[in-house]
């Protein structure tokens, strides 16, 4: 490789967000504000690029392991992990999503962190712009109860035991889709998924779930204005997950 052609290479790494941030000739590399699975939103929020799934913390030198994305997980020692192609993790109460964000060092979005990721700085109604796209975002997807349980929603069970928590529904072909997946569900900041796929809880105490998820996300609010409030905190089905923020470096 010539030095011109090293020299582009490495321009165009930082201008797509690789490596550490640009600096002025003659002084030294600036560390990242965030980390490289997440984005910076607005100049103020770090904000996790995909959906999150889990990992299970391990003994100290044993290998981690992927937690299964259709099983609560209570007790477990997890913590929350953002990266592309992966099933996003449901099943998950506010609680118990709060809890893996700060195993990983970061927290729930608040309500207007995760608006703010969502519609960009153009404030758009859509991650992608102002009007719906079909087909950009996962937010026609198929209904998994009637495959499964034979069943819809409305006359499915809620709670403990009930069919909304039948771990099957989260593994039907063209439900809920691997992150990144729809890639033209993406905001100009690079937060992928946050209109439809699954819902992601807020750290809004009265319990709010944004963006909808793979079979709605419209009823309560179009695209970004998507809300699902008062929901207890402990509340879970296959349609609930959750993305983190932190603060900046």
């Known amino acids: 490789m010539t030095t011109r052609a090293a020299a582009l290479?490495?321009?165009?790494?930082?201008s797509s967000g690789c490596g550490r941030a640009a600096a002025?000739?003659?002084?030294?590399?600036?560390?990242?504000?965030?980390?490289?699975?997440?984005?910076?939103v607005s100049g103020k929020v770090c904000v996790d690029r995909f959906e999150a799934h889990l990992e299970e913390r391990a003994e100290p030198g044993a290998?981690?392991?992927?937690?299964?994305?259709?099983?609560p997980p209570e007790d477990a020692d997890v913590r929350a992990k953002s990266a592309r192609n992966v099933l996003p993790q449901a099943y998950v109460s506010q609680a118990e999503a709060a809890r893996a964000c700060a195993a990983a060092d970061k927290r729930l979005c608040s309500d207007d962190e995760w608006l703010a990721a969502c519609r960009g700085a153009s404030a758009t109604r859509f991650p992608y712009g102002q009007r719906w796209r079909s087909g950009a975002c996962n937010d026609r997807g198929k209904e998994p109860l009637g495959a499964v349980l034979g069943a819809r929603v409305s006359e499915a069970t809620f709670g403990p035991g009930g069919g909304l928590m039948d771990p099957r529904l989260h593994l039907v072909p063209g439900a809920v889709a691997r992150t990144g997946r729809f890639d033209r569900c993406a905001s100009e900041d690079g937060v992928h998924d946050m209109v439809g796929n699954v819902h992601e809880w807020t750290a809004d105490p009265r319990g709010t779930m944004r963006g909808g998820y793979y079979l709605d996300a419209k009823s309560l609010g179009e695209g970004c204005e998507y809300a699902a409030g008062g929901h207890d905190t402990a509340y879970?089905?296959?349609s609930t997950g959750f993305r983190c923020c932190k603060g900046p470096r």
């Open 9 to 14: 290479v490495a321009a165009l790494s930082l």
């Open 24 to 40: 002025e000739p003659g002084e030294a590399p600036r560390p990242r504000p965030c980390p490289a699975e997440m984005a910076l």
């Open 63 to 71: 290998p981690s392991r992927v937690w299964p994305p259709n099983k």
């Open 236 to 238: 879970r089905d296959y």
